[in-house]
């Protein structure tokens, strides 16, 4: 079946403009996470959805960065005004939640940000 | 604090030349121990899950095991396609959304 797709796979930027990044998870998959993996490290975590619901945005860098989902499918990811060190690959993920067990997270391929 | 740590950071094997790749990690009540493969421009592929101290669980070549401050990933006979990062998370008892905490990943290139 289809996977986790993300939109665009790549994306090049000047400093201090907009940017958005699209997810769409595995169908069925009510958990949404976005992580972050700058070049040489490992991935950090940014924000979590249950649902539309984001109960854990913990680890957003700065109110530069927000997100929504809809329809318990796609996500959006909104950076603001980007700095260079905004350059990374946005990673998505998917899983199953049931309870209190959560299951394996299926990544995407990423969209790798530069910003000049 | 939760944390995970991966070693060694690059790995350079000849092919059939077997290893183990390790994953230290201190975490507040482990509720799993993730691995994944990521080949270069790609997002990471899951391969295994442990929940408790003495599971092992195998895939072709690889072989992972779990102990209560450790895993390791064992390599057997290993061949050029087994070439990949490999990442290792874990998820926290004190965090109910599921999120994993990855270490820095060990970049495994498997020679002829």
């Known amino acids: 079946g289809a996977g986790v797709s993300q939109s665009p796979s790549n994306k090049v930027t000047e400093k201090g403009k907009d940017v958005e990044l699209r997810c769409d998870p595995i169908?069925?998959?009510?958990?949404l996470y976005w992580y972050r993996q700058r070049l040489g490290q490992g991935l950090e975590f940014l924000i979590y959805f249950q649902g539309n619901s984001a109960p854990d945005k913990s680890g957003l860098p700065s109110d530069r960065f927000s997100a929504e989902r809809t329809g318990e499918s796609v996500s959006t990811l909104t950076i603001q005004r980007t700095q260079q060190e905004d350059s990374a690959v946005y990673l998505c993920?998917?899983?199953?939640?049931?309870?209190?067990?959560?299951?394996?997270?299926?990544f995407g391929p990423g969209t790798r940000l530069t910003v000049l | 604090e939760d944390q995970v740590t991966q070693s060694p950071e690059a790995l350079r094997l000849q092919e059939g030349e077997s290893s183990s790749l390790n994953c230290s990690y201190t975490v507040s009540g482990l509720r799993g121990l993730f691995w994944y493969r990521q080949d270069p421009g790609k997002g990471p592929e899951f391969l295994f899950t442990l929940y408790s101290a003495g599971e092992e669980k195998e895939k072709e070549r690889l072989k992972a095991t779990l102990t209560k401050k450790e895993s390791f990933l064992h390599i057997t006979a290993p061949k050029p396609e087994d070439s990949a990062t490999y990442l290792c998370a874990v998820r926290s008892g004190s965090s109910n959304t599921g999120k994993l905490i990855f270490g820095q990943g060990t970049t495994l290139q498997v020679k002829p």
């Open positions: 993920a998917s899983s199953l939640a049931s309870g209190a067990l959560y299951n394996e997270q299926f």
């Open positions: 169908s069925g998959h009510t958990a």
